[in-house]
């Protein structure tokens, strides 16, 4: 039996990672700092902040050594021809902002495969400061699962024929805010901490949305 692993990237998956490449290198062009910091051996998490929908497609495109499980809405696979689409790119929907408990056990599934899992921790496209508000999920993941985390940053809203820089940083050190099991205050602390990654990525590379 093939595993898990071997399955998730589908003659579909490469030939949409194909097309979307093409398709982002002629509208939507981005430059890439900090690849280096993306060889990890799955499984792990990637987050990054969120301001357009096509966040995910640079995700992906660029950091393209793994297949990415992105949870996104579930209103996304509500028509049918696009629930086909979104499945067959291994998105896990979630419902009422990582709320949706059959969600987190699919989360967690990709992870226990040995998998990369893509997470939006702001729960929705933000124009503010980065990471303001963050949803529970990730967090509650991270003192699951224990394993590393990717954060990237992207810096300005992607806009066509306009180029926008992400950033990949270094996985960010959480080990020491866990005890056992899982704990709200220790979720607390670690949210806290990407939050402030992400202050200091606001100031230096995109002054503007600490005003937004």
């Known amino acids: 039996m093939t595993s898990p692993k071997q399955n998730d990237r589908t003659l579909f998956y490469r030939f949409a990672r194909t097309v979307l490449k093409a398709f982002s290198f002629l509208f939507y062009p981005c430059s890439l700092q900090g690849i280096e910091n993306a060889n990890l051996k799955a499984p792990f998490i990637i987050i990054s902040n969120h301001q357009s929908m096509m966040d995910p497609v640079l995700l992906a495109v660029k950091l393209d050594r793994h297949v990415i499980h992105f949870i996104g809405k579930r209103e996304l696979a509500s028509f049918k021809p696009l629930k086909w689409i979104v499945e067959h790119l291994h998105m896990i929907a979630v419902s009422r902002h990582m709320s949706d408990l059959s ?70 050190r959480y ?7 899982i704990n709200m205050e220790e979720g607390e602390r670690l949210g806290q901490r990407i ?17 937004a």
Do not use: C, W
């Open 175 to 181: 080990d020491d805010l866990l005890g056992e099991g």
């Open 103 to 172: 969600a987190m056990r699919a989360a967690g599934a990709v992870l226990k495969n040995g998998q990369v899992l893509g997470i939006f921790p702001e729960g929705s496209r933000n124009q503010g400061p980065s990471m303001e508000h963050l949803e529970t999920g990730v967090t509650v993941l991270l003192q699951r699962h224990r394993v590393p985390l990717l954060p990237v940053y992207i810096a300005d809203r992607p806009r066509p024929f306009r180029r926008v820089k992400m950033v990949v940083l270094p996985p960010l």
């Open 195 to 211: 939050k402030a990654l992400y202050q200091e990525m606001d100031i230096k590379y995109n002054k503007n949305t600490i005003s």
